[in-house]
């Protein structure tokens, strides 16, 4: 039942992600699904990108360093960090 159950709930999330949507409605998804799931790397690296973009650079330092943590040797850490050359 887990997969399935957070397939829903991160499914309209994923839209968002998935079709390039930046609204505040999209990131309030991807912020509920990041509560269900901390732990998720794609989402972790997600929600850094869009703190970023939206110059919210304390809040996209703190997600950064708990994806270095979790997943330090991560394609999307490494993503991130290209993205994100300013943010140490």
Request: net charge positive; proline share 5%.
């Amino acid at each position: 039942m887990f997969p399935f159950e957070r397939e829903i709930l991160i499914g309209p999330a994923q839209f968002y992600f998935a079709n390039k949507i930046a609204t505040k409605e999209g990131f309030d998804l991807y912020k509920e699904a990041l509560d269900y799931d901390p732990y998720s790397i794609q989402f972790l690296g997600a929600v850094t990108q869009i703190e970023y973009l939206m110059n919210n650079r304390n809040e996209a330092q703190i997600h950064k360093q708990k994806l270095e943590k979790i997943g330090p040797n991560s394609k999307v850490l490494k993503k991130i960090n290209e993205y994100t050359k300013g943010l140490k």
